[in-house]
Each structure stands twice: as C-alpha cells, then as structure tokens.
C-alpha cells in the first residue's frame, strides 16, 4: 500500500534575521494514521527541495476526529544558524540521540 499525503502551505514567512523559513503546512493523510517527525522532515525535504538536516519539525497537532494534521516547520539556510537558534529538546526530538550518547547510556 502506497502513503499518500496531500501538503498544504498555510503560511509561507522569509526569517531573514533568523536566516530561515516558517511553514505551516496542513497535511492530509487519509485513511492512514498520523506522520510521525520523521516522514514529515521526509516530505518537506523533497517538496521543498531541501537537505533533511535542514528541515526542524517544531509542532505537529492532528485536528480531533480527522485525518489533518497541522505542522509547523522551520527550514534553515545553514546547519551552524539552526544549532545556534533552535532549543536543545527540539534538536532531540528531529534527530534524536548521538550514537555517542547512546553507548555511553549502555551499561
């Protein structure tokens, strides 16, 4: 069975100060559950043309009792602006733990 969503733009902002751009996209996913972070930083890299490690995934909502969901997406220019500005916990929700931070977790 092939995913098929349906994006959106709901607002398209140019951050010059913060050298990036604010999407918010509504993403129809019919018959199939919620995208998790990581398919949508998939689809907004490939709709936008853009690298993956580009892509921040700040908000997801899925609106009550349908197949919407609502997402708000900042796409930087440079990874050096997007360490400087976006908060720690954001930065581990899109990519996770370093595999470094992981070993050191086993026992």
Same mark, same amino acid.
């Given at each position: 069975?092939?995913?098929q969503y349906q994006i959106k733009v709901i607002k398209d902002l140019e951050?010059?100060?913060l050298n990036r751009r604010e999407l918010i996209l509504r993403i129809? %996913?019919?018959n199939y559950r919620t995208p998790t972070r990581? @398919?949508?930083r998939e689809l907004v890299s490939s709709a936008f043309k853009v690298p993956i490690n580009l892509?921040?995934?700040r908000k997801l909502r899925t609106l009550t009792g349908t197949n919407v969901t609502e997402a %708000?997406?900042?796409?930087y220019k440079d990874e050096k602006t997007l360490h400087e500005v976006e908060p720690e916990h954001i930065?581990?929700?899109n990519f996770g733990k370093? @595999? @470094?931070e992981k070993k050191e977790e086993q026992p």
């Open positions: 069975m092939s995913i951050n010059k100060v129809d %996913h019919i990581a @398919e949508v892509v921040i995934v %708000h997406i900042h796409v930065k581990l929700r370093k @595999e @470094e």
